[in-house]
C-alpha cells in the first residue's frame, strides 16, 4: 500500500503524463484556435488594473487560467493576470483538508505563464475546519459559508492588497475569474460569464466576475488539459471526478466513498468531530458509514 503523509506527498500528486509540460506557445497553431473559437466570455480587458485567476488546482481551474493567460495575451494585458490559490489550512490531527499538491499545480502553472503566483489564507479562520466547528453544521448546498468565507473573502482582500501594491489613489478595478462550467449545476448554469461583483464596494474595489470556461463541457476540458499538457492533479486517475477538498459535503457519494479510501485519516478525524457535532457530514449520509463502505471494498493507494 502506498502511502502520502499528509504535508510532504511520496506519491507524486502531479499526474506523470505532465510532468514536463511544453513553453507555452501563443502562436496561432490549431489547437489553440481551437480553443478560442469557442471562447464567448466577453471580457473588457482594458477596464482592469488587474485580473486575479482563482485556482484550487483542479482540472477546470486550470484550463480557466490557460484560457486567461492566452486572452491576456492577445490582448497585450498579460501583465495584469495574477494567480492566487487559497490555502485551507489542516485539521488538529494535521491532515490537509485539500488534496496535497493542489496548491503546488496551480503555482507551477503560473509559472508556466510567467505570471505572479499568491497563497493566501483567510486573515479570520486559521482553517476550514476551524470554519465549520465555529459554525456547528458541516457546509450544505444553502450553506456555502465555506467559499464564501474562506475563498470569496480571502480573494477580496487580495485584491486589496494587490490595490494597495499598485499605489492607484483610486478604488482598484479588478476582474475575478473563475473555472466554474455551467455543465456543473443548474444554479452554475444561470450564472452571466461576466457581471460585477458582489464584493464590489465604491469606495475601494471595483470587480467583475469572468467565467471564462462557463460554456465548456467536462470532454473538451480535458481534450484541453491533453492538448496544452496542463498538469493536473492525480487524484483524477485515482477515480475523484472533482478537486478542493478532499472531502466535500457537496460531492456526490461516490465520490465520498473513493476519497475516504484515499484518505482514512482524514475520513477518521471527520467521522471523530461529527460525533462530537452531532450533525452528519452529508445530508443523511454520515462520514461513519462513508468509511462503511469504504472499507467494503478498500483502494490499494491510501494518502493519509
Ligand atoms: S470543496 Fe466543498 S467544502 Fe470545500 S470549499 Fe468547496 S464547497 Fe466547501
Redesign the pocket.
Known amino acids: 500500500m502506498a502511502s502520502i503523509s499528509p504535508a510532504n506527498s511520496t506519491v507524486s500528486p502531479v499526474s506523470t503524463a505532465a510532468v514536463s509540460p511544453p513553453a507555452p506557445c501563443f502562436s496561432r497553431c490549431g489547437g489553440q484556435l481551437a480553443l478560442f473559437s469557442t471562447a464567448r466570455a466577453e471580457f473588457d480587458w482594458d477596464a482592469q488594473d488587474v485580473v486575479v485567476v482563482g485556482h484550487s488546482g483542479g482540472k477546470d481551474s486550470s484550463v480557466c487560467l490557460e484560457t486567461v493567460c492566452r486572452q491576456a495575451n492577445s490582448a497585450g494585458a498579460l501583465h495584469k493576470v495574477r494567480v492566487l490559490h487559497c490555502d485551507?489550512g489542516s485539521t488538529p490531527g494535521g491532515y490537509l483538508?485539500e488534496w496535497p499538491g493542489a496548491a503546488a499545480i496551480a503555482r507551477r502553472q503560473a509559472e508556466r505563464y510567467g505570471v505572479p503566483f499568491a497563497i493566501r489564507r483567510s486573515s479570520r479562520w486559521t482553517s476550514?475546519y476551524a470554519r465549520i466547528l465555529a459554525h456547528g453544521k458541516w457546509?450544505g448546498f444553502f450553506a456555502?459559508y465555506?467559499?464564501s468565507d474562506?475563498?470569496t473573502t480571502v480573494g477580496r482582500d487580495y485584491i486589496d492588497e494587490v490595490g494597495r501594491e499598485l499605489n492607484l489613489r483610486r478604488p482598484v478595478r479588478a476582474g475575478y475569474a473563475l473555472g466554474m462550467r455551467a455543465e456543473e449545476s443548474a444554479l452554475r448554469a444561470r450564472k452571466e460569464v461576466v457581471t460585477r461583483h458582489r464584493m464590489t464596494a465604491r469606495s475601494k474595489r471595483i470587480v467583475d466576475a469572468w467565467l471564462p470556461v462557463h460554456h465548456l463541457d467536462e470532454s473538451t476540458v480535458w481534450s484541453t488539459i491533453r492538448d496544452q499538457a496542463l498538469p493536473y492533479h492525480a487524484a483524477y486517475d485515482w477515480g475523484m471526478r472533482?478537486l478542493?477538498?478532499r472531502l466535500?459535503?457537496?460531492?456526490a457519494r461516490n465520490d465520498l466513498v473513493q476519497s475516504a479510501r484515499l484518505n482514512p485519516g482524514l475520513a477518521a478525524e471527520y467521522a471523530r468531530t461529527e460525533a462530537i457535532m452531532g450533525k452528519p457530514f452529508k445530508g443523511n449520509l454520515s462520514m461513519a458509514r462513508i468509511i462503511e463502505a469504504a472499507n467494503e471494498a478498500p483502494d490499494e493507494l491510501s494518502i493519509s
Open positions: 485551507l483538508i476550514l457546509p456555502r465555506c467559499t474562506l475563498k472533482r478542493s477538498c466535500c459535503p457537496l460531492a
